[in-house]
């Protein structure tokens, strides 16, 4: 069976939620995003951009991992 074949964009979204680890890989490139575009309006040289925005890149998604992992600990603990 193809599943793109009865694809209808907005109307039949793709089943990407079936598999639960996929969805937090998602984050990824609107954290990727983010960072450039921050980096770019806030930068004066655009030479700069590409490693600050790295810099910046993995600052958010650490601090997302340390709020899951707090998340999951505080989720925990209340049980």
């Known amino acids: ?5 009865d ?6 979204p793709l089943p990407i939620w079936a598999n639960p680890w996929i969805w937090p890989l998602l984050l990824l490139p609107l954290s990727a995003g ?5 980096k770019s309006i806030r ?6 951009v590409p490693r600050e925005a790295a810099g910046l890149f ?3 998604v650490m ?10 600990g505080f989720a925990k603990f209340m049980e």
Do not use: E, H, Q
């Open 43 to 48: 930068c004066k040289d655009m030479s700069r």
């Open 63 to 72: 601090g997302m991992v340390l709020t899951a992992g707090a998340l999951a």
């Open 7 to 12: 694809y209808i964009p907005f109307l039949d």
């Open 58 to 60: 993995v600052l958010i």
């Open 1 to 5: 069976m193809n599943i793109l074949a």
């Open 34 to 38: 983010v960072a450039i575009v921050y």
